[in-house]
């Protein structure tokens, strides 16, 4: 653990006040507080945020797609930026390398707007969802041509490469041309590309996308390695899994906005505490099978009934009565479950959470 994390764990987890209950998602204390800073924590404590977000506002024509969206990441941690299709992430990510200029808000890396300062750009590197290195070149020709583009001085980019190569994995492969290499193999020459120049902040667009298990886990180990050096790693991925297993803290983004960020486990305790996801599947059509009264009682327990897709689900307190009562309303007559799963929620139900929020009118 770096020597970040254990004040990140606690300091942008939202109080009390934002537990759900009331029907209404909140934003993240980031927009409360732009440095993520809780009122009764002293500023001593904290690391200074490498990278600052604050009210971003951006459209593609009339489309605005970001919309006071608010963010900080800190060195020392991997911060997931998590949403569904369309929320804005990848927006998001294009106005913090300065591929476009916000219309309206504040975004600084090292304290610096990095459109305006092409240093505070080199704090900064990306590695995109599509692969961006030359499949003819070696791993080693890839990074000493992308240090060469970000500056690195000639004396010391073959000593960089060789180090590079080495963190990545790719020694012994150093001299193959990428073309050669599993996707796994290419997505780590693509890290070692984005970090030749030593960037303080990297982000990573859905980094292990279409690669397998084992190649993931390599990464992910890179990746933590790299925070605990003192990195800030921002990365979006649409794996929930992999958030969890990876993240320090989520962000969570939902129509241009960042609705709530903090500790993975910490932020499910305290939207859901000790409520249960539940859902039950009927293997025939829920009409021919339900009480009325008892559909009214489940509705009441905090059940939704949706008889299109023949189901109940809750997130609920489990009283004592509750999945008997729902088996029971279900599964009267012919007890024929398709599916019956009881868990503790994750953060696809946190983002299931917010997203419904989101587009309720
Ligand atoms: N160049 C563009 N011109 C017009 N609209 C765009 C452009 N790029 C993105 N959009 C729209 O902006 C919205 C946000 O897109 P963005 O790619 O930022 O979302 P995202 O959260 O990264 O989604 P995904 O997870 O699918 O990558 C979407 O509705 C998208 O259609």
Same mark, same amino acid.
């Given at each position: ?15 009390d006040d934002n537990a759900p209950g009331d029907g209404q998602a909140r934003p993240s204390p980031e927009r409360r507080s732009p440095h993520g800073r809780q009122p009764s924590q002293t500023a001593a404590a904290l690391p200074e945020a490498l990278l600052h977000v604050e009210d971003a506002h951006y459209a593609y024509g009339s489309r605005q797609v970001l919309r006071g969206a608010s963010l900080d990441a800190y060195p020392g941690e991997i911060l997931v930026l998590l949403g569904r299709n369309g929320a804005g992430k990848s927006t998001l990510v294009k106005a913090i390398t300065g591929r476009i200029a916000l219309s309206d808000g504040h975004l600084t890396v090292s304290g610096q707007d990095p459109r305006q300062t092409p240093w505070a750009r ?38 960089? /490469?060789? %180090?590079? =190569?080495? *963190?990545?994995?790719?020694? +012994? $492969?150093?001299?193959?041309? @990428?073309? !050669? ?81 903090? /500790?993975? %486990?910490? =932020?499910? *305790?305290?939207?859901?505490? +000790? $409520?249960?996801?539940?859902? @039950?599947? !009927? ?79």
């Amino acid at each position: 653990m770096s020597r970040y994390q254990a004040e990140l764990a606690t300091k942008t987890v939202p109080g009390d006040d934002n537990a759900p209950g009331d029907g209404q998602a909140r934003p993240s204390p980031e927009r409360r507080s732009p440095h993520g800073r809780q009122p009764s924590q002293t500023a001593a404590a904290l690391p200074e945020a490498l990278l600052h977000v604050e009210d971003a506002h951006y459209a593609y024509g009339s489309r605005q797609v970001l919309r006071g969206a608010s963010l900080d990441a800190y060195p020392g941690e991997i911060l997931v930026l998590l949403g569904r299709n369309g929320a804005g992430k990848s927006t998001l990510v294009k106005a913090i390398t300065g591929r476009i200029a916000l219309s309206d808000g504040h975004l600084t890396v090292s304290g610096q707007d990095p459109r305006q300062t092409p240093w505070a750009r080199r704090e900064i590197g990306l590695v995109p969802q599509q692969l961006a290195i030359y499949d003819k070149l070696t791993p080693r020709e890839n990074l000493t041509v992308f240090g060469r583009l970000m500056g690195v001085a000639p004396d010391k980019l073959n000593n960089a /490469a060789d %180090a590079l =190569l080495e *963190r990545i994995g790719l020694s +012994a $492969r150093a001299h193959e041309p @990428v073309r !050669a290499l599993s996707g796994g193999m290419k997505r780590r020459v693509n890290i070692g590309a984005a970090l030749m120049h030593e960037p303080k902040l990297l982000i990573l667009d859905e980094p292990t996308v279409g690669i397998d298990t084992r190649a993931r886990e390599d990464i992910s180990d890179m990746l933590r390695q790299l925070r605990d050096e003192g990195l800030a790693i921002l990365l979006t991925t649409h794996d929930m899994e992999e958030a969890e297993a990876l993240a320090d803290r989520v962000a969570i983004m939902v129509d241009g906005q960042v609705m709530a960020s903090g /500790a993975p %486990a910490a =932020l499910v *305790r305290e939207y859901f505490g +000790a $409520r249960m996801e539940i859902s @039950v599947t !009927a293997a025939r059509p829920l009409d021919a099978a339900m009480e009325a009264e008892e559909c009214a009682a489940l509705r009441a327990a905090g059940f939704t009934v949706d008889p299109r897709s023949n189901a109940v689900r809750g997130l609920v307190e489990l009283s004592g009565d509750d999945l008997p009562r729902v088996f029971r309303t279900l599964l009267a007559d012919k007890p024929e479950a398709q599916e019956i799963r009881v868990r503790r929620p994750g953060l696809d139900t946190l983002l299931n959470y917010f997203a419904d929020q989101g587009s309720q009118p």
